[in-house]
């Protein structure tokens, strides 16, 4: 329960910084943009504070982690995934009427922003899954190096662009199966990405 405490206490200081954000960008800017803002706000908040506190930290104790830190984790990640699909509803509210220039650049980057918030949870959540089993049984087997947080994010990122692993085996049932969530996951939002692109590009032609 108390990891559940301080991973969901982060995770409400990113949102009320989103929210703080979002209300301010509303005084000078329409709803929409001021939505985007908001969300983009919160995403790099989230994204900042993952890598900056998971970069350092040696692998010796990463392999502690699983234990003591990924309680909630789970709930974490799914909130998240949840709340990066609630945040197309803004982009295509963006692009769906006659988008300018300003417009069409934030929802660019609001994908952006979406797409690295999703992976990241995603990799947070395998370094904290990945050695349930104890110390010396990782779920993933990774070669060279014991993996540092990096290692995990390369995974969770290649599994995101190409809904696959590389150079990496899955030893365990459930780290398979979070894979697979992951994969079909990555695969919904990409796909939804290549339709809000065609939106994009048929905007700009129309434009024009």
Request: with cysteine; aromatic share 12%; glycine share 8%.
């Amino acid at each position: 329960m108390k990891g559940w405490r301080r991973h969901g206490l982060r995770l409400v200081v990113c949102a009320a910084l989103g929210l703080a954000a979002g209300f301010a960008a509303r005084i000078w800017t329409p709803s929409e943009i001021a939505l985007a803002l908001g969300w983009d706000v919160a995403a790099l908040t989230y994204i900042v504070r993952v890598w900056m506190a998971l970069s350092p930290v040696p692998a010796k104790e990463i392999k502690t982690w699983s234990r003591r830190e990924d309680e909630g984790r789970g709930a974490i990640t799914i909130i998240l995934t949840f709340a990066v699909a609630a945040s197309f509803l803004a982009i295509f509210d963006m692009i769906s009427g006659k988008s300018n220039g300003v417009q069409l650049a934030l929802a660019a980057f609001t994908i952006l922003c979406s797409w690295t918030l999703l992976h990241t949870a995603f990799a947070a959540h395998y370094a904290h899954r990945c050695f349930d089993g104890g110390p010396d049984t990782p779920a993933i087997s990774f070669e060279g190096e014991p993996p540092r947080f990096i290692d995990f994010a390369y995974y969770a990122f290649t599994v995101g662009m190409t809904f696959q692993v590389s150079d990496t085996d899955t030893q365990t049932s459930a780290m398979r199966r979070l894979t697979l969530i992951h994969g079909v996951v990555s695969f919904v939002f990409n796909t939804v990405i290549i339709a809000i692109s065609v939106g994009v590009a048929s905007s700009l032609i129309g434009g024009n």
